[in-house]
C-alpha cells in the first residue's frame, strides 16, 4: 500500500487560506485526490486530479477557492485552500489511486494518511 504524509493544517479565521500537502512514494504514478471528514459526517471527495494534472475534480462546495496540484518530481500533492470557511472545519486526507469523474471523487484503493486538522473560526 501506498503511505501517504499529509501536512500543513491548521487553524485560520474565515476568509483565510491554507495549503495543504501530501507526500508518497510512488505518487506519480497514481490519480491523487483529497478528501475531508468533518465531525459527525461521513467523509467525502472534494478534489482529484489526474496522474499529470491535465483532469481536475472539485465537489461545488470548494469550486472557486480551492486548487489541487501536484510535482510528481518531488513526489507532492498539494490543496491550496482560500477564503475559507466555517464550514471548512474537518479532517483532511490524501488518498492515492483515486478514479474521478465530472461528478464524483472516489478512493479505490483504500490507502489513507493519518490526516491533517483544519479548523476555521468565524
Known amino acids: 500500500q501506498v503511505q501517504l504524509l499529509e501536512s500543513g493544517g491548521g487553524s485560520v479565521q474565515a476568509g483565510g487560506s491554507l495549503r495543504l500537502s501530501c507526500t508518497a512514494s510512488?505518487?506519480?504514478?497514481?490519480?491523487m485526490g483529497w478528501f475531508r471528514q468533518a465531525p459527525g459526517k461521513e467523509r467525502e471527495g472534494i478534489s482529484c486530479?489526474?496522474?499529470?494534472?491535465?483532469?481536475?475534480y472539485y465537489t461545488n462546495s470548494v469550486k472557486g477557492r480551492f486548487t489541487i496540484s501536484r510535482d510528481n518530481a518531488k513526489n507532492t500533492l498539494y490543496l491550496q485552500m482560500n477564503s475559507l470557511k466555517p464550514e471548512d472545519t474537518a479532517m483532511y486526507y490524501c488518498?492515492?489511486?483515486?478514479?474521478?469523474?465530472?461528478?464524483?471523487?472516489?478512493?479505490?484503493?483504500?490507502?489513507w494518511g493519518q490526516g491533517a486538522q483544519v479548523t476555521v473560526s468565524s
Open positions: 510512488g505518487l506519480s504514478y497514481y490519480h
Open positions: 488518498a492515492a489511486g483515486v478514479s474521478f469523474s465530472s461528478t464524483y471523487c472516489r478512493n479505490d484503493l483504500g490507502s
Open positions: 486530479i489526474s496522474v499529470y494534472g491535465s483532469s481536475t
